[in-house]
């Protein structure tokens, strides 16, 4: 695959997997949690709704740098995007991006303590598989005819954006 084909295959497997894990860093550590993302090639963005009360918010603003994991078990196609996250309250762009779901957690986006992370990706990294059928007749045919198949292609894009 050319890069262009890597990077297009990125943000096509980052904008149908929902939720994806999100990466902070904390203290000395790492902290991961389940989000739903926004993808927004288009703006060069990936946009997550959060409580202004919540700790993630915290460690963005001590350490921007995070990483965004997406997987599809089905298709075996996994991605993990590095970008720089920024935490404000944007009812604008809450609306934007805002789904029916979201009143679960936040009633309205005008609501005063809601807060848009923006991550701007920076690099990612793809594993791109053959669905489990697909897989499974890959390594039959290179059990009868002794001819090597590869199973997962992976690349890294050290430049996601233009």
Same mark, same amino acid.
């Given at each position: 695959?050319?890069? %262009?084909?890597?990077?297009?295959?990125?943000?096509?497997?980052?904008?149908?997997?929902?939720?994806?894990?999100?990466?902070? !860093?904390?203290g000395d550590g =790492? !902290? +991961? !949690?389940?989000?739903?993302?926004? +993808?927004?090639?288009? *703006?060069?963005?990936?946009? +997550?709704? %959060?409580?202004?009360?919540?700790?993630? @918010?915290? =460690?963005?603003?001590?350490?921007?740098?995070?990483?965004?994991?997406?997987?599809?078990? #089905?298709? /075996?196609?996994?991605?993990?995007? /590095?970008?720089?996250? *920024?935490? !404000?309250?944007?009812?604008?762009?809450?609306?934007? +991006?805002?789904?029916?779901s979201d009143e679960?957690?936040?009633?309205?986006?005008? /609501?005063?303590? @809601?807060r848009v992370i923006?991550?701007?990706?920076?690099?990612? *990294? &793809?594993?791109?598989?053959?669905?489990? &059928?697909?897989?499974?007749?890959?390594? &039959?045919?290179?059990? @009868?005819?002794?001819?090597?198949? =590869?199973?997962? *292609?992976?690349?890294?894009?050290? #430049? @996601? =954006?233009?």
């Amino acid at each position: 695959m050319s890069d %262009s084909d890597v990077i297009d295959r990125i943000w096509t497997i980052a904008d149908k997997l929902d939720p994806c894990m999100f990466v902070t !860093r904390d203290g000395d550590g =790492q !902290r +991961v !949690r389940p989000v739903y993302a926004r +993808v927004r090639r288009d *703006e060069g963005a990936i946009y +997550v709704l %959060s409580d202004s009360k919540g700790c993630k @918010l915290d =460690q963005i603003e001590a350490y921007p740098h995070v990483s965004l994991a997406f997987s599809d078990e #089905r298709a /075996n196609d996994y991605v993990v995007i /590095n970008g720089v996250a *920024e935490a !404000r309250h944007d009812p604008e762009k809450a609306r934007d +991006v805002w789904r029916f779901s979201d009143e679960t957690f936040f009633k309205s986006p005008d /609501n005063p303590d @809601l807060r848009v992370i923006t991550v701007r990706p920076v690099s990612a *990294e &793809l594993w791109d598989g053959s669905n489990l &059928l697909i897989s499974g007749a890959k390594l &039959l045919a290179e059990r @009868l005819l002794g001819a090597k198949t =590869q199973l997962v *292609e992976n690349a890294r894009i050290d #430049r @996601l =954006q233009p």
